[in-house]
């Protein structure tokens, strides 16, 4: 069996990086990804994928990448779930095992 994904779209906000209790680093992103046609209306229409990076792939694209970002990601699909309220949450995501930074440095780190 085979549980691989690789996508490349851009962060629709900039990372936000937070620590384990442990001491991991941990960034949620989520990454819009355009497919590859385009609605009745003649839009381009995008899928917005949640997924998790931890230690220095989060360092990383927190420290180098903002909204807007084109990135790629490598990794594998991962459900998760928890009780809420009675009720339970299922929730789905790319669990990233590594990214690569596709659109050169941000202007802003370039100028600095």
Known sequence: MINQV??????????????????QAVANVTLAVNRNYKSQAGEIEADF???????KTAENTANYCKKGS??????????????????????T?????????MGGKPRELVEQ
């Open 70 to 91: 084109i990135i790629g990601v490598s990794g594998r699909i991962q459900t998760r779930s928890y009780e809420n309220d009675g009720r339970r949450v299922y929730i």
């Open 93 to 101: 995501e790319v669990l990233a095992e590594s990214v690569k930074f």
């Open 6 to 23: 690789i996508l490349v779209g851009r962060l629709t906000r900039d990372p936000e990086i937070r620590y384990t209790a442990d001491g």
């Open 49 to 55: 994928v949640n997924c998790t990076l931890w230690r």
